[in-house]
């Protein structure tokens, strides 16, 4: 099958560790960016990338941090930096190539709670 | 930057009505798109239906067209005989042309159909 895999659906993490949320895809897409999404607040960009090695913050990316080693792969690491980092986190992925648009497909989300 | 601004936390209707979610923005850009997506309590993101904003005819998909005001920053959501699996989070979207990096969302609109 065709598509984003994030693990786990649910994460439960102590104060002061750091977890990392996997997201995998087999759509040979060149964009992947990682959202986090909190009740009343809608999706917010925490990191993207175009390329393989490449990777931007984007508007909350304090307290977080990614690797992109292989196309398929853009694993997020919440650290214990990350102040509240209790949230529903979407992972997406485009084309990124050809005509200019091209569909954001998402993954099923990881819920990350701090206990 | 750009933002994208849902005014209506919440609308409920009776099934087969017609509702219109609003939706507005801000951008100084010229080249952009807009999207509606769909969220169902399985927390699936799913494209609902996408404008581009070079486009002045209005897109439409089944019972789901968009009201384009280009000049008002407005991007409104109609459904037309609305039914229960509508039921769903709401999601107005931006995206510049090119799509480098990624959607700017606003906060939601949680619509209810009633039986």
């Known amino acids: 099958d065709g598509g984003i895999t994030q693990s786990p659906k649910y994460l439960f993490r102590k104060e002061g560790q750091n977890v990392t949320l996997s997201c995998e895809q087999n759509l040979n897409h060149d964009a992947m960016y990682w959202y986090r999404q909190d009740p009343g607040q809608g999706l917010r960009l925490i990191y993207y990338s175009q390329i393989v090695n490449d990777f931007q913050k984007g508007d909350i990316a304090e307290g977080y941090s990614v690797s992109r080693e292989k196309k398929e792969s853009f694993p997020l690491t919440v650290t214990s930096a990350q102040k509240n980092p209790t949230a529903f986190y979407l992972c997406a992925t485009r084309l990124g190539r050809g005509p200019v648009w091209t569909e954001a497909f998402f993954g099923q989300g990881t819920r990350l709670t701090v206990v | 930057a750009q933002t994208v601004t849902q005014s209506q936390p919440e609308m409920s209707v009776q099934e087969a009505e017609t509702v219109t979610l609003s939706c507005t923005y801000d951008?100084?850009?010229?080249?952009?798109?807009l999207f509606w997506y769909k969220q169902p309590p399985s927390r699936q993101m799913i494209l609902v239906i996408r404008q581009e904003a070079y486009k002045q005819q209005n897109a439409t998909e089944n019972r789901f067209s968009v009201n384009f005001q280009k000049a008002a920053k407005s991007f409104s959501l109609k459904i037309s005989d609305s039914q229960l699996g509508d039921t769903a989070m709401y999601f107005c979207a931006f995206m510049k042309g090119g799509g480098a990096d990624g959607l700017t969302f606003g906060k939601g609109t949680h619509l209810i159909i009633q039986p």
């Open positions: 951008t100084s850009e010229n080249n952009y798109y």
